[in-house]
């Protein structure tokens, strides 16, 4: 399966601590490993799913038809959602 990363994650995923940082990559592995795991999204993200990271959220696209895993946001649990 091939992982690529939107450019706002990169950016949200080098702005975590260290330990978040590992935390929220062997969960990522965990999605590789399962990517439909998470919890599928509704209204405007309908095509994306969530996964929890307390307290994190990391909001990906599968496209199962392509084997990839797109990481759009990894963000806060409070802020995620909002645009």
């Known amino acids: 399966m ?3 990363y939107s450019a706002t994650a990169l950016k949200q995923l080098k702005s975590l601590t260290r330990n978040d940082r590992i935390n929220i990559l062997k969960n990522i592995e965990s999605i590789k490993a399962k990517p439909l795991c998470g919890k599928k ?7 994306l799913r969530s996964f929890k990271v307390w307290p994190y959220r990391i909001v990906y696209q599968f496209l199962h038809e392509e084997d990839l895993l797109i990481i759009n946001t990894i963000q806060h649990r409070q802020s995620v959602y909002k645009r």
Do not use: S
């Not at 999204?41 to 095509?47: Q, S, V």
């Open 2 to 4: 091939n992982l690529k």
């Open 41 to 47: 999204l509704k209204g405007i993200f309908k095509n």
